[in-house]
């Protein structure tokens, strides 16, 4: 016989695909800052790699002075930071699309953050050096695997242009949330590149190419470009940083609520500089109203915000939200279609009836 | 240092709400005939009851001869029967009508089955006997709350019109897959109707009176009702058996694949007799081939079925699912729209890409 004093009631991630695991953040139902691990979102290319990490080495060549491999007590032992980033599937909201977008249908939660904790990569790359060819640097996963569109073997592999790579916070993570990465995103060691869309930032890095050239690997140079059109590759460019964005967490979709006075809550990010404001608008944006952050935005982070609704008519309501960074970039009406459904970042638009 | 071998990757329940628990069984991804009591969906009306189990007893009151209280002790020697049977929200797929509807917008998750063993409810009724006026049982839970269009609290009750109360395999189950129910499944007792949408299965039952007239509680005569008109009541009508209906659980919607053979893979199920065809069509419904199904069709229970496709040219492909039962029921085109979104059973559809 039982007492059941104490139900556990909790969120889980919602499952995508299994084969390559994607997972998506329940983050209607998360109200912290920081996610945590078990629902931090899961997004792959392949299935999880299969590696022994005590003979873990991170090679940095190509055209460098020098090429070394670095263990990972080199890397535990150079200077580190902490940077509190977003990561955002660049294909978070693809669902939202119309007309549909095909591929995996991500709803709102390919997104989550925390603070990841590692070795600035232009550390790594003081003690190797650069030669002046040096143009791109090109990272690659443990994670490897056969594409729909060709019949090679192919790891997932990735290239930043050099002064993204030299960016102080674009760092070699092996830290989140002050615990070793977990498996799952990375571990032992993650490039993280604030700002970017999550592509940019490899899970199990093994090594580092420096390279003269535009890297033309398939997730650089096929996957992760914006087409505009469906019919050619006309107008065609590549995805980088995160667009400016909000999600509405409460109320959700089509909720029915009594008459009452409620807060409208959510989250509001951006890739470049920081959210100036969020507003929102019940007359699907003719007007506007300011909404309240609940912190001062940090570049990178989200910033949480609220608005004090007072719902005393019966009704329906359309809601919509809408963040403005501090480069003036501000969310559009229509999400800019195209065909690969990358960057979503329409205004945030929900509907709910007072009854 | 590690070695990952073993990388656990799983599906699970995909939440909707919290306060009440609405949590969806990720359908897509079940291969299996009985679900596993962690991924079977929760569908709640207020929160979780808090009540002691020791001095659980199940009385039987109203218009019987005598009236009794049961101990779980005198339900567990009586005798018993095993029922499979699919269990269904009637809001499952709530989230397909167009136009919208309010409420909890399920996808295709709000279903599941598995094997209930307990004491077919005529048995308990025999103990007690009925008397001439009987017209309907009402079976009261231990949950309760506040309903949106009250300031009363209420318990959940529901009622059955007597023959089906009768019905040999309306049961008072105990046991979940050979296992206690779990807890968030109506633990320690749950009524269990077949061919039932969900609202009819009561969990924690705590009474049952025999009544002489329509049963008039709120889940009875305002929920779980047919509107077909926006506007008004007019045409209304109950919820009750589960209509035919089938689920394509591969491939997923929206899904890129490559040109090959494939499996494509459902369930089909009703709550009347049992399914006697799936069909499949590619042409939106003008022509339809049939599906084989894996196993006889049982009563309650769904029936999964699989038709090889040979996507041989690339295009854009609209897929779609029908079911026809035993009694000449057949999944319709368009979906019964109604204003509280029960009952949906259109064609199930989804859209693919070979490239």
Redesign the interface.
């Known amino acids: ?5 104490q ?1 556990d ?7 995508k ?3 390559p ?1 994607n ?1 998506e953040t ?1 983050i ?2 998360s109200n912290d800052d920081i996610v945590h691990p078990k629902l931090f979102y899961r997004r792959n290319h392949f299935t ?7 003979f ?1 080495f991170l090679t940095v060549e190509g055209l460098v002075h020098t090429s070394k491999a670095f263990s990972l007590q080199d890397i535990y032992s150079l200077p580190s930071k902490n940077v509190k980033a977003v990561l955002e599937c660049s294909g978070n909201k693809r669902g939202l699309f119309q007309p ?4 995996e ?1 991500w709803g709102k939660g390919a997104i989550s953050q925390g603070i990841w904790k590692g070795v600035p990569l232009r550390i790594l790359l003081q003690h190797t050096g650069l030669l002046n060819t040096a143009k791109e640097i090109v990272f690659e996963g443990h994670d490897f695997g056969e594409r ?2 060709s019949n090679r073997i192919v790891h997932f592999s990735r290239s930043l242009p050099i002064e993204i790579a030299l960016d102080p916070d674009t760092i070699i993570a092996y830290q989140y949330n002050s615990r070793p990465i977990p ?2 995103h990375g ?1 032992p060691l993650r490039l993280i590149v604030p700002g970017w869309y999550g592509m940019a930032s490899v899970k199990w890095i093994k090594k580092i190419t420096v390279i003269d050239r535009a890297f033309s690997g398939p997730f650089q140079a096929k996957d992760y470009i914006y087409y505009p059109n469906n019919e050619n590759e006309k107008g065609k460019f590549p995805v980088t940083n995160i667009n400016v964005n909000s999600t509405i967490q409460f109320p ?7 008459k009452g006075i409620y807060e409208i809550k959510g989250i509001a990010w951006t890739g470049k500089g920081s959210i100036e404001k969020v507003e929102i608008s019940f007359d699907e944006g003719h007007t506007w109203e300011p909404c309240q952050l609940d912190a001062v935005p940090q570049k990178y982070a989200w910033v949480s915000w609220n608005y004090k609704w007072n719902a005393a008519n019966d009704g ?1 309501y359309a809601i919509r939200s809408k963040a403005t960074d501090t480069y003036g970039n501000v969310q559009p009406f229509d999400p800019f279609w195209n065909k690969k459904g990358y960057g979503y970042n329409a205004h945030d638009r929900i ?3 007072i ?1």
């Open positions: 016989m039982q007492d059941f004093g139900i009631v909790k969120p889980y991630l919602t499952t695909s299994l084969v695991e997972q329940p209607q139902f999880y790699p299969n590696f022994t990490s005590s873990y549909k977008v095909f591929g249908q729909p569109d498996f799952k571990f959700r979709e089509m909720q029915l609520l009594h329906e509907k709910v009836k009854e």
